[in-house]
C-alpha cells in the first residue's frame, strides 16, 4: 500500500476565509511534504516534516501554517489567502527524510481556487 | 538547493518507439535521482528510481542510467504504447529537498 490520501479534493475559498487541508498516510513514514504546484509547472517545495517536527520551512508566506499532529497526518492550515495562490497542492510521504529510505509517494493533491 | 535542466520539454513519438528524457543537475550532495509520471488531474507518480552508487537502473521497459561525474541522468522508455502519454519529471534528492525539472510532455501516438 503507497496511498497517500488528501482531502478535500476540490477547494473553493474567499480571501478572508480559513481552511484547511489534509493529508494522511498509513505506510509508517516519518517524513511528510507539502508541494505547490501552478498548472504546466513542476512542484514546488513549501514544508518538510520530519518526526513530526518542521525540518524544512521554504520562506513560505505566514498565511500558510503546516502541523503535523501525529505520524500520520499533516495538515495545512490557510488564512487571508490571495487569488495567486491558486494551485494544486500536493502532500507527500517517504519513510525517511534522509538516508536508504527515501522514496517519495504523492497524494493525488488539492485543486485550491481563491476567489 | 540547485535546480534540474530537463529537457525536452515536449516529445512526441510513434507507438512502439523508444523515448529518452535527459535531466542534468549541479549539486554534488544530491544523491538520489527519481523519476515521476503526472497524468491530468493527478498527482506524481514515483516511476523509478536511481541513487548515486549505481549508474544504470531497469524496470520492464523502463530504464535509467546515471552519469555522476558529468551530473547528468536519463529516462528511457522502450515499446511506447499510448499510456505512456502523460508529463514526466525528473527530481533530484539531497537531504528530504526534492528539486524537480520543468517537465517532459511525452505524448505516444497510436
Known amino acids: 500500500d503507497t496511498e497517500v490520501t488528501q482531502t478535500p479534493k476540490h477547494l473553493v475559498m474567499g480571501m478572508t476565509n480559513k481552511k484547511s487541508l489534509k493529508c494522511e498516510q498509513h505506510?509508517?513514514?516519518?517524513?511528510m511534504y507539502w508541494y505547490k504546484q501552478k498548472a504546466k509547472k513542476p512542484p514546488e517545495l513549501m514544508f518538510v516534516?520530519?518526526?513530526?517536527?518542521?525540518?524544512i520551512n521554504e520562506s513560505v508566506p505566514s498565511r500558510f501554517s503546516p502541523e503535523c499532529p501525529n505520524s500520520s497526518l499533516l495538515n495545512l492550515h490557510l488564512h487571508a489567502l490571495q487569488p495567486e495562490d491558486s494551485a494544486l497542492y500536493l502532500c507527500?510521504?517517504?519513510?525517511?527524510?534522509?538516508?536508504?529510505?527515501?522514496?517519495?509517494?504523492f497524494g493525488q493533491g488539492t485543486r485550491l481556487t481563491v476567489v | 538547493g540547485e535546480n534540474v535542466e530537463q529537457h525536452p520539454s515536449t516529445l512526441s513519438v510513434q507507438e512502439g518507439d523508444s523515448a529518452v528524457i535527459k535531466c542534468t543537475y549541479s549539486?554534488?550532495?544530491?544523491?538520489?535521482f527519481p523519476w515521476y509520471k503526472q497524468e491530468l488531474g493527478k498527482g506524481p507518480q514515483l516511476i523509478i528510481d536511481i541513487r548515486s552508487n549505481v549508474g544504470e537502473k531497469k524496470d520492464q521497459r523502463i530504464a535509467v542510467t546515471l552519469n555522476k561525474t558529468a551530473k547528468h541522468f536519463s529516462l528511457h522508455i522502450t515499446e511506447t504504447q499510448p499510456e505512456d502519454s502523460a508529463v514526466y519529471f525528473c527530481?533530484?534528492?539531497?537531504?528530504?529537498?526534492?528539486?524537480f525539472g520543468a517537465g517532459t510532455r511525452l505524448t505516444v501516438k497510436p
Open positions: 516534516y520530519s518526526y513530526e517536527k518542521l525540518s
Open positions: 507527500a510521504s517517504s519513510y525517511q527524510m534522509t538516508g536508504v529510505n527515501t522514496e517519495a509517494f
Open positions: 549539486d554534488s550532495a544530491s544523491n538520489y
Open positions: 505506510m509508517g513514514h516519518r517524513a
Open positions: 527530481a533530484r534528492v539531497e537531504r528530504g529537498d526534492m528539486r
